[in-house]
C-alpha cells in the first residue's frame, strides 16, 4: 500500500453568508450596502431591456436631427427651386497671375455638358443648368481688383477660389485672401484648372500642398477640384447646384439687390449734392438677405445713402408665355413715416452753456483781489515788526512774533520724530543744526537779492533749509539728467507715457487741459464735460440693445422677388459708375443706419503689417456694406466688459501687435456684428495694406477715451518718507498748482506735495512709506480726446480688360 502525503490548501474559500449575521449594528448594516437601496417589486432590472430603451431613444434622437437637418436644407433651398428659382450667385476669384475666371466658368459648366456660348471675359453670365433643375449667375472677376472681389463676395452665395498647380499665389492674392477671410465668406470651392501641365507623379503632392495652403485660410475646404478631369468638374458643379449656401453672419439681417438692370431718368429741376444733374435711378433684380421695406433708405456703395419712390415687381421675360411686355405690378411705396436724409445734426450754438464772464463780473473779482493783496501785505508788515538791530527784509521773513513761537512750541512737540536736517528759530535767534558744509553759502547779511532760503512752514518750528544752486549748475545738472533718462527710455516700454516737462512753457499752461484722477477706473468722470463741436452734430441711443432688439424684429418677407427699385434723387454719376463698376449691388440700411454716431470696434492688428500705425492716421474703414475714410482713435480693449464704473479707458498711440484695442470713429450708425477692414492705401490702388482686422462693438458715445501722460522727477535728498524732488517742475507757481494731484513712485509708494522750495521747482514731498535714493517720482495726468470727423470715399478707378490679351489687365 502506497503511502500518500496530504497538503492544505493555500487558501480558504468558505464564504460566511452575509444575511446570516445576526449581531450585525445598523452602521455595520449601512457600511455594506453602500447606498444601494432595495429593489421596488415588479421591476425588472434586466440589463438588456435597459439597453433597448437608451437604442430606442437614440434613434428617436437622429430622427428628429434628421428631419430638422432636411427641413432646414428645404428652407435654405427654396430661394432656388422651380423654373422662376432665384439663380445662385458664384463669384469666381483668380488668386494668380494668367488665370482667366471665364475658362473657369466653362469648365464647370462644361462638367454637366451645358452651352458655354455667350460667356464673357469679364462680367455677369447666368446659365440654366437643366440636370441639376436650378440656374448658376457667375460673377467673372478679373485678376488684381481687390475693392472688385470685396463687392462680389459680399453678395455671393458661393466663391470659387482659382489656384495654379505652377505659379504660387503672389502677395496681391494672400491680401485677398486676408481681406475676404476677415470681411466673411460664403461657401468656398477651390479648383486647378492647370493640373495637366504638371507631370503624372507629382500631381498628388501638388493637390495636397493647394490644399494645405487654401486650409490655412479656409479651414473647412477638403478637396481641390482639378478641373482637367470631367469627373472632377462633374463634382465641383454638384457642389454648386446641389449645396446647400453657408449663412455668412453679417447677412444674416441685410437685405441686398444685385442689379441685373440699371437705368436712369433725369429729372428737370432735380440737383443732386455736387451741383451735377439728378435722376430717378431704376435697380432690377432678385431680393435677397430677407425683408424690403419702402421706408428703408438703400446705400449704393461708394455714392452714399438714397430714399425709395417706389418698388414694383419685375417679372422675368420667360413667365410672359405670349411674349406681350409686362407692366411691373407696384408693391410698396414709402408712408409718411419713411426715413429721412438727415444724417447729423444741426449744431446750435445759441444752446451752448455762456460760462464765459464778462467785464462787469470780473471787475468786482479784481478789486478783490486787491484788496486781499493790500490785507495780505498788512498782516505781513504786523508780524514782522518786531526786528532784531542789523536785520535785513529778507532775514525778517524768518523771524516769527511771540503768537508764532507759541504756536511753533505745540507743534515742536509733535514733530519731534522729523529730519534733522532743519533750522531752529526761537528768540529771534537763527540755530543751525545742518552740517556746517550745507551752511557755508548761507550769509545772514546778505541783500535782498541773494539766493532765496525757503522751505518754512508756518505751522512747524522745524523745516528744512532749501539753496537754489547757480542757474550754470542747475543747467548741467538737469541735461545730465535728461541725457541719462533718454538712454534708460531706450529699451524702457514699461511705462511708455511718460513725458517732459517743458521749461520754457510754464506746465500750468502746456497742461490745463489734464487733470489727475485718485482712481482710473471709480473716479467720477463726467462724459458731457467740456464736449467739442462734432459731438453736437452726432446722434446717441438712449438703450442701443433694446433699440437693435426692435430694429432686428422688422420683417416682411419679400425674399427671391424680382423687383425694380426707383431711387429718388440719384445723381448720373451712379449710372456710370454702373455701366463701368462690377458687380453692382445696392443694399437696404436698417432703421437709424443713416445717422452718425461714434462707433467702437475691436481691431487686431494684421502680423504681415510692419508700419507704423498711428492714433488719428488716415485709414480705409470697410464696415459692411459701407466705405469711408478716418482717422480712429484706438484705446485699451478690456475683455469681458470690465470698464469700471465711470467708462474710462487708456487710449494708445500706437495700434500695436498682439493685443485687441478698440478704435473710435465718426461713422453711421450700424446694427449687429459687422466686420470691419481697416486698409492703407499705398502706390497700387489695387493692393493697400491690410493694417487690422476686426468687429463692430457698440455706438457707445459716453466711453471716456483718455491720453494718460506722467511727469516724473528724481529724489534730491531723502529722509525716510520725506524727499525732496525736482525736475518734476521748474517754478513754484507750478508746483502749488499741480500740489493736490496723487504722486507715486515707480516702486509702488504714493505720496503728496508737503510745500514748494526756491524758485527753481524743487518741492517737498511726503510718502506713505520710506523711499530710496534711486527711485522715480511720477504724477499721473489725464485728458479725454476724440476722433476726427470722417469722410466719404471714392474707390480709384478699376483697369479695364482688353479681350485681345491673355496675360494681365491692361489699363
Known amino acids: 500500500m502506497v503511502e500518500t502525503q496530504h497538503h492544505h490548501r493555500p487558501t480558504l474559500k468558505q464564504q460566511n453568508k452575509s444575511f446570516k449575521s445576526k449581531h450585525a449594528t445598523k452602521g455595520a448594516l449601512k457600511a455594506v450596502a453602500k447606498g444601494r437601496t432595495i429593489r421596488q417589486h415588479g421591476k425588472s432590472t434586466n440589463a438588456s431591456s435597459a439597453a433597448a430603451q437608451l437604442k430606442q431613444n437614440r434613434k428617436n434622437a437622429a430622427r428628429q436631427i434628421q428631419k430638422n437637418k432636411r427641413t432646414e436644407l428645404v428652407s435654405a433651398t427654396r430661394l432656388f427651386n422651380g423654373r422662376d428659382g432665384a439663380p445662385r450667385v458664384v463669384a469666381v476669384v483668380p488668386l494668380c497671375e494668367g488665370l482667366r475666371a471665364d475658362e473657369v466658368a466653362k469648365g464647370v459648366v462644361g462638367g454637366w455638358g ?100 487654401i486650409q490655412y485660410f479656409v479651414p473647412s475646404q477638403s478637396r481641390v477640384f482639378s478641373l482637367s478631369q470631367p469627373s472632377e468638374a462633374t463634382n465641383a458643379a454638384r457642389v454648386l447646384c446641389e449645396g446647400k449656401p453657408k449663412d455668412v453672419a453679417w447677412r444674416k439681417d441685410r437685405t441686398w439687390v444685385l442689379a441685373e438692370d440699371v437705368g436712369w431718368e433725369e429729372n428737370e429741376g432735380m440737383v443732386g449734392e455736387e451741383g451735377e444733374s439728378a435722376g430717378m435711378l431704376k435697380v432690377t433684380g432678385i431680393i435677397r438677405g430677407g425683408s424690403l421695406s419702402a421706408n428703408r433708405l438703400i446705400h449704393i456703395p461708394n455714392f452714399g445713402d438714397y430714399q425709395l419712390e417706389k418698388i414694383t415687381s419685375a417679372p422675368r421675360p420667360s413667365a410672359n408665355a405670349n411674349g406681350m411686355e409686362i407692366t411691373g405690378e407696384l408693391l410698396a411705396e414709402p408712408s409718411s413715416d419713411a426715413d429721412s436724409l438727415v444724417s447729423r445734426n444741426e449744431p446750435d450754438d445759441m444752446m451752448n452753456e455762456q460760462t464765459w464772464p464778462t467785464e462787469e463780473e470780473m471787475r468786482p473779482g479784481e478789486e478783490m483781489q486787491t484788496d486781499a493783496d493790500a490785507d495780505e501785505a498788512a498782516e505781513t508788515a504786523k508780524k514782522l515788526k518786531r526786528l532784531p538791530k542789523g536785520t535785513s527784509s529778507y532775514q525778517a521773513a524768518w523771524i516769527m512774533d511771540e503768537e508764532d513761537e507759541e504756536e511753533a512750541d505745540q507743534s515742536d512737540e509733535e514733530d519731534e520724530g522729523e529730519d534733522e536736517g532743519g533750522v531752529d528759530i526761537e528768540n529771534g535767534d537763527l540755530m543751525a543744526s545742518v552740517p556746517d558744509r550745507e551752511l557755508n553759502g548761507l550769509n545772514l547779511d546778505a541783500p535782498e537779492d541773494a539766493p532765496s532760503v525757503t522751505g518754512m512752514d508756518v505751522s512747524s518750528r522745524k523745516s528744512e533749509v532749501h539753496f537754489d544752486l547757480p542757474m550754470e549748475e542747475e543747467e548741467t545738472q538737469l541735461m545730465s539728467y535728461l541725457d541719462s533718462r533718454t538712454r534708460e527710455n531706450k529699451d524702457d516700454l514699461e511705462f511708455p507715457d511718460e513725458v517732459d516737462t517743458p521749461r520754457d512753457i510754464p506746465a500750468r499752461t ?88 461714434v462707433l467702437n470696434f475691436v481691431v487686431q492688428r494684421n502680423t504681415e503689417y510692419d508700419g507704423v500705425v498711428k492714433s488719428k492716421d488716415e485709414l480705409i474703414v470697410c464696415a459692411g456694406p459701407r466705405r469711408y475714410k478716418a482717422k480712429p482713435v484706438y484705446s485699451e480693449y478690456l475683455r469681458g466688459g470690465g470698464k469700471g464704473s465711470n467708462n474710462v479707458h487708456k487710449s494708445e498711440r500706437f495700434l500695436r501687435h498682439g493685443s485687441a484695442s478698440v478704435a473710435s470713429v465718426y461713422a453711421p450708425i450700424m446694427f449687429g456684428k459687422q466686420p470691419c477692414l481697416f486698409l492703407r492705401e499705398s502706390e497700387d490702388p489695387q493692393e493697400p495694406f491690410l493694417v487690422a482686422t476686426g468687429t463692430f462693438m457698440n455706438p457707445d458715445t459716453k466711453r471716456v477715451i483718455t491720453k494718460k501722460i506722467i511727469l516724473t522727477g528724481v529724489p534730491y535728498k531723502v529722509h525716510k518718507r520725506t524727499a525732496t524732488i525736482r525736475y518734476m517742475f521748474f517754478n513754484p507757481e507750478d508746483v502749488r498748482y499741480f500740489a493736490p494731484i496723487q504722486l507715486h513712485t515707480k516702486h509702488g509708494r504714493t505720496g503728496h506735495i508737503s510745500e514748494s522750495l526756491g524758485t527753481h521747482g524743487y518741492f517737498k514731498a511726503h510718502f506713505d512709506g520710506p523711499i530710496t535714493q534711486m527711485d522715480t517720482i511720477c504724477m499721473s495726468l489725464y485728458k479725454r480726446i476724440f476722433p476726427r470727423w470722417s469722410e466719404s470715399w471714392k474707390e480709384p478707378s478699376r483697369p479695364t480688360v482688353d479681350a485681345d490679351e491673355d496675360g494681365m489687365d491692361t489699363e
Not at 149 to 163: G, Q, S, T
Not at 202 to 213: A, E, I, N, V
Not at 552 to 566: F, M, P
Open 510 to 597: 502746456r497742461f490745463q487741459r489734464y487733470r489727475g484722477l485718485r482712481s482710473f477706473r471709480t473716479s467720477p468722470w463726467d462724459p458731457f464735460e467740456n464736449l467739442p463741436v462734432d459731438y453736437a452734430r452726432i446722434f446717441q441711443f438712449e438703450d442701443y440693445d433694446r433699440t437693435r432688439r426692435r430694429v432686428l424684429k422688422e420683417e416682411e418677407d419679400s425674399e427671391g422677388k424680382r423687383v425694380t427699385l426707383y431711387l429718388k434723387n440719384v445723381p448720373q454719376a451712379v449710372m456710370t459708375a454702373a455701366k463701368e463698376v462690377f458687380p453692382f449691388a445696392v443694399f437696404a440700411l436698417l432703421k437709424h443706419e443713416h445717422k452718425f454716431s
Open 114 to 213: 451645358g452651352e458655354t456660348e455667350g460667356c464673357p471675359r469679364v462680367g455677369m453670365w447666368e446659365t440654366r443648368a437643366e440636370r441639376f433643375k436650378t440656374s448658376l449667375q457667375f460673377l467673372l472677376l478679373p485678376y488684381r481688383q481687390l475693392y472688385a472681389a470685396l463687392d462680389a463676395c459680399r453678395v455671393a452665395d458661393y466663391v470659387i477660389f482659382v489656384l495654379s498647380a505652377e505659379t504660387e499665389v503672389d502677395s496681391w492674392g494672400e491680401l485677398c485672401l486676408r481681406c475676404l477671410q476677415a470681411q466673411g465668406l460664403p461657401e468656398v470651392v477651390t479648383v486647378v484648372p492647370d493640373v495637366e501641365e504638371v507631370p503624372l507623379k507629382q500631381r498628388p503632392d501638388t493637390l495636397k500642398s493647394l490644399l494645405s495652403f
